[in-house]
């Protein structure tokens, strides 16, 4: 048996408590021997108002890279039936056939320095494609970005795609 204290194995731990109203959730990441503080993400949501899809968050990241952003999320539920072909105002399914679509919205303030950005991001998911496609920006003094994306999932598969062009060059993330 050999082991090697001095191999950096990652170590991720996540926490989620998900209430009617309201959702926690810590996840860190750190190396068992690394000198630094591990990098920890503690997001707090909460619904703002009852009735309606509209929840308040709270994101804080500690560690080598600290930032918090404060964002308001609301989400528009698009739900088709068997009508909507005669229903004139909703064309949009006698177009294209979708029963569910959700247009998910983001926006608020983000401190990744002693600095503000502005964020603004929308999602729009198709259920029947089990698609999600992005389309996020963010504007501050540091520079802006801009980020578009897509991702399919089923129960076992998910693969997804992002570009980010900023400041600091254009990124193509796989998920």
Not at 1 to 24: I, K, Q, R
Not at 94 to 104: A, D
Request: contains cysteine.
């Amino acid at each position: 048996m050999n082991v090697n204290f001095s191999a950096h194995y990652v170590t991720t731990c996540e926490v989620a408590h998900h209430g009617p109203d309201h959702a926690l959730i810590v996840k860190t990441v750190f190396l068992p021997l690394a000198r630094h503080i591990p990098q920890t993400h503690i997001s707090f949501t909460r619904r703002l108002f009852r009735g309606r899809l509209e929840n308040g968050r709270l994101n804080l990241n500690i560690g080598p890279t600290p930032s918090i952003a404060f964002l308001y999320n609301t989400q528009t539920i698009i739900a088709g039936n068997e009508q909507g072909a005669e229903d004139p105002s909703n064309s949009m399914f006698s177009l294209h056939g979708f029963k569910t679509v959700v247009l998910e919205s983001n926006m608020g303030i983000m401190f990744e320095t002693i600095l503000p950005a502005l964020y603004t991001e929308s999602t729009l998911f198709i259920a029947e494609l089990s698609t999600r496609l992005k389309f996020a920006l963010q504007l501050g003094f540091t520079g802006s970005s801009l980020t578009l994306g897509g991702q399919w999932s089923n129960q076992s598969t998910e693969l997804g795609s992002e570009v980010t062009v900023g400041g600091h060059g254009l990124v193509w993330t796989l998920k």
